[in-house]
């Protein structure tokens, strides 16, 4: 168990409709990381936060969009979903920005229909 | 070309055999190395992070990173049935997000 928690662990919907997925990172963790995992693309980054504010952006569509609330846990929004956003959504978390020691969460399944 | 290059595999092993993974890069900016496993779909492991050229040890696992010829390499000694998992390469710029690689399947079996 790696500390951080990921609600919900399965979420079912239809095309166009908009979810939140939450994510509380390990306790006294201040970076918050969103990954996507597909089967074509692998795992990519997707946006970081540290100690609420947003401090890096990858590969995210204009569509989904994230906020890290002052007891640190995250909220990543994926509005209009397509078919293609069916995917893992990972959120890990660091004590600092540096990066290299980030602990994943067990991820929330998305399967948009 | 990715910025990351990772044998997918699979690869199929007996018990005990040492396993060798490797990932090679190409933004020599690269900082930390990270090696992770991860089972069945499930949230990514760490398993060992370094940022030198060099051999790093913690058990049956032995990380080798040499940032000269950009190669990264994870050694399993002793392989074990629970060593089977998807095991990713994971590089980071000073400062955030990992870029990963496509992931090696290893099965260890019996």
């Known amino acids: 168990d790696s500390g951080v928690t990921q609600t919900p662990k399965h979420l079912i919907t239809a095309t166009g409709q908009r979810v939140t997925l939450r994510c509380s990172p390990r306790s006294g963790d201040l970076s918050v990381y969103w990954y996507q995992q597909s089967l074509d693309q692998g795992l990519q980054f997707l946006i970081q936060y540290y100690n609420g504010e947003e401090r890096a952006k990858g590969n995210i569509l204009e569509r989904f969009s994230a906020q890290q609330f002052p007891d640190l846990h995250s909220e990543l929004n994926l509005s209009s979903l397509e078919l293609g956003d069916s995917a893992l959504y990972f959120c890990?978390?660091?004590?600092?920005?540096?990066?290299?020691?980030?602990?994943f969460g067990p991820g929330t399944r998305l399967l948009v229909l | 070309q990715k910025e990351v290059e990772q044998d997918p595999g699979p690869l199929s092993v007996p018990e005990g055999a040492i396993v060798s993974l490797n990932c090679t890069y190409s933004n020599s900016a690269f900082q930390y190395f990270m090696w992770y496993r991860q089972y069945s779909r499930k949230g990514p492991e760490l398993l060992m992070y370094t940022y030198s050229s060099g051999n790093k040890e913690d058990g049956r696992f032995t990380a080798q990173v040499d940032k000269s010829s950009k190669y990264i390499s994870l050694f399993i000694r002793d392989s074990q049935p629970s060593d089977s998992a998807t095991y990713l390469c994971a590089m980071a710029l000073s400062g955030s997000r990992l870029t990963f690689g496509e992931g090696t399947q290893l099965t260890v079996n019996p």
């Open positions: 890990a978390s660091s004590l600092n920005t540096r990066g290299e020691t980030q602990y």
